[in-house]
């Protein structure tokens, strides 16, 4: 898999971090091992651009999620589609204010974030109510299991 971190937003963001989580996501999803992901992290006044620009929506926002080929989480026995799953655009500042909001903290808050963009790259959606009980219990699941594993 193809991962890209990218801190631009100057809060320094532990890119190892984000990149083990992705790729742990992306392997759980049954992605392609070969699919290529950007993760980038941003200041409010880039992502309040970019909410504008691509959602027309004022402000900054937490996360973007902007898929690419489509690509659709892999079936048992089935062979996953090689491509792009897409850019995330996360904005630490505003996972910051949200994260003590929720009372976990920001590492906690863009944890929930990625996920939450990754779950949306893969055409996750939770606009109707079926649809949010399943994308946020795949995501409670995905958080659990990320943070029950040991790190170095």
Known sequence: MSIEILDESGSGLDVRHFS???RFVMDRMRVHPLAELCVKAVDEQ???E?????MEKDGPTDVLAFPMDELRPGKVNEDPEEGV???LILCPSVAERQGAEAGH???AELELLTVHGILHLLG???AEPEEHKEMF???DEL???WRAQPRD
């Open 105 to 107: 903290g920001t590492l």
């Open 124 to 126: 996750y959606d939770h």
């Open 46 to 48: 880039t992502i309040a």
């Open 143 to 145: 958080l659990a299991e």
């Open 85 to 87: 799953l897409g850019d």
């Open 137 to 139: 219990g795949l995501q």
């Open 20 to 22: 083990g989580l992705s």
């Open 50 to 54: 970019l909410n504008e620009k691509w």
